[in-house]
């Protein structure tokens, strides 16, 4: 499907809107129930230092699918993503007390593609560092 923004609308440049996803020990949970993913350093700090880690992380598909919202949300069609990969670069460090950790993503387009696609390139911050690398969304615009 196509998005509901039109190719003729965009730009290389064009901002979409920036988000920030609040991630707390009790989302970690709720995903790791919704994925099947238990591994105990999504939960268990004493695990997560165990292993080298400096606190519970956040699943690494769970950031990689809050960074996407940002295009998907822009898009307004979740299908108009047509392609999306990231390299994982650093952890989301969950710390266990209320407010927990931040995602911040950012997006612009990056250049217009043929078939009136785009790609958008994201960059997504916890605690100040970068956590994805080479985040790019292909999305189909109407």
């Known amino acids: 499907m196509a998005a509901k923004i039109a190719h003729a609308d965009v730009e290389v440049g064009t901002e979409l809107p920036a ?3 609040p991630v707390t020990r009790a989302t970690l949970v709720q995903y790791a129930g919704a994925s099947g993913d238990f591994n105990p350093i999504h939960w268990n700090e004493k695990f997560a230092v165990g292993v080298g880690l400096p606190d519970v992380i956040a699943h690494g598909m ?3 699918a809050e960074a996407v919202r940002v295009v998907t949300d ?3 069609d979740p299908a108009a993503v047509v392609e999306y990969g ?6 989301v460090v969950v710390p266990n007390d209320d407010q927990g950790a931040l995602i911040e993503v950012t997006g612009k387009v990056a250049a217009l593609l043929d078939d009136n696609k785009v790609r958008v390139d994201l960059v997504a911050m916890s605690a100040g560092q970068k956590v994805l690398g080479m985040s790019r969304a292909v999305v189909q615009l109407g």
């Open 19 to 21: 988000q920030s996803f």
């Open 86 to 91: 990231v390299r994982f670069t650093k952890p």
């Open 62 to 64: 769970f950031t990689m």
């Open 74 to 76: 822009w898009a307004v």
